[in-house]
């Protein structure tokens, strides 16, 4: 799909996600100029020498000033100081959005900030890699991924529809999601399994009798998919824990309760309990599949590691 969806876009905040997207949105030519800001020289500097947005501004409001799209792609904890600064400067008819990893907290510092004659309709693509920074952005980052949206009742339905169609345009498949239930259900889907994983990779650092060099060398599969996710960046991740504070401690219970209910079948020798369970589990892994979600290659399509 391509087509101009929106004429100027400001990327705020030039990662993973904000220069993904740029390079999403000039592979289907989805707007005129796409400007760019980040807070540090040495990140403007990085996107001007790779090419990164059409024109990467030294100045916040001038970034903003004109885009009919302002696109907030930092931190959680950052946005709401961001939306402050902007408010005074972004044209009228103008659409706010955020593609921060929490939706409920993202909402209630940025809303309060923002005038009237703008449109907030917030957003979160459900892609990453584990690399961060303006270097780390790839056009097909989102293909075939999530985007969910999740305005409320009192948003503009064309506000809605167009930005559905920056994202469908940037190739991913769009939902419509209340803020809360998408917290509670990115706690269970990514952020609880992003602390179970840096918790595994710290309890193998703190492991003396195992050392460093055995668990680098014979990491198995499922070691080391736990250190791919615990290699996310900190400031995003501490930022998404403190920010869905709730939900993720109710997903946090619950999985202490079951793996005591694990470890009690372990202890006690019960096979048809750790059977039944793996049994279930395997179903849901059969289903994120066939839903296109992931592959099913040997070992998650990986290169055979050299001898
Ligand atoms: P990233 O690669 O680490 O880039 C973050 C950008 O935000 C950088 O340009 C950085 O500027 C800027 N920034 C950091 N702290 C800031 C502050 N206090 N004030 C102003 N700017 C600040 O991050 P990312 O992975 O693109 O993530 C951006 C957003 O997308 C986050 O809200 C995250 O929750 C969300 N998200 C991430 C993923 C993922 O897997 N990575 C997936 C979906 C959504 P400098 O470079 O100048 O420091």
Known sequence: MSGIVYERVALI???????S??????????ATEVTGYARSQET?????????CDRVCDDLAEAVAEADLVV????????????????????PGATVTDVGSVKRAVVDAVAPHLPDTVHFVPAHPLAGTEHSGPQSGFA??????????VPDENTDHNAVARLRDLWRG??????????DHHDLVLAVTSHAPHLIAYTMVGVADDLRRVT???VIKYSAAGFRDFTRIAA????????????????????????????????RAIRTGDGDHLHAYFTRTRAIRRGIIEAGQDTDAPDFGRKKTPK
């Not at 905040?13 to 220069?19: E, K, R, T, Y």
């Not at 403007?44 to 990164?52: E, V, Y």
């Not at 980052?141 to 999530?146: E, K, S, T, V, Y």
């Not at 960046?233 to 202490?256: C, Q, S, Y």
């Open 212 to 214: 460093d060099s055995e």
């Open 170 to 179: 940037i190739g991913s498949h769009v939902e419509i999601m209340d803020p």
């Open 140 to 149: 097909e980052l989102f293909d075939d991924r999530w985007c969910l949206i």
């Open 21 to 30: 997207m740029f390079w999403a949105i000039r592979r289907a030519g989805l």
């Open 44 to 52: 403007r500097d990085t996107a001007r020498r790779i090419g990164l």
């Open 72 to 91: 907030l792609a930092v931190p959680v904890g950052a946005m709401g100081d961001i939306a402050r600064q902007i408010a005074p400067h972004l044209k």
């Open 13 to 19: 905040g030039l990662g993973l996600i904000a220069s």
């Open 232 to 263: 996310s960046d900190p400031t995003m991740w501490r930022d998404v824990f403190l920010n869905n504070k709730d939900a993720t401690l109710e997903i946090l219970g619950r999985f202490t309760e079951e793996l005591f209910a694990l470890q």
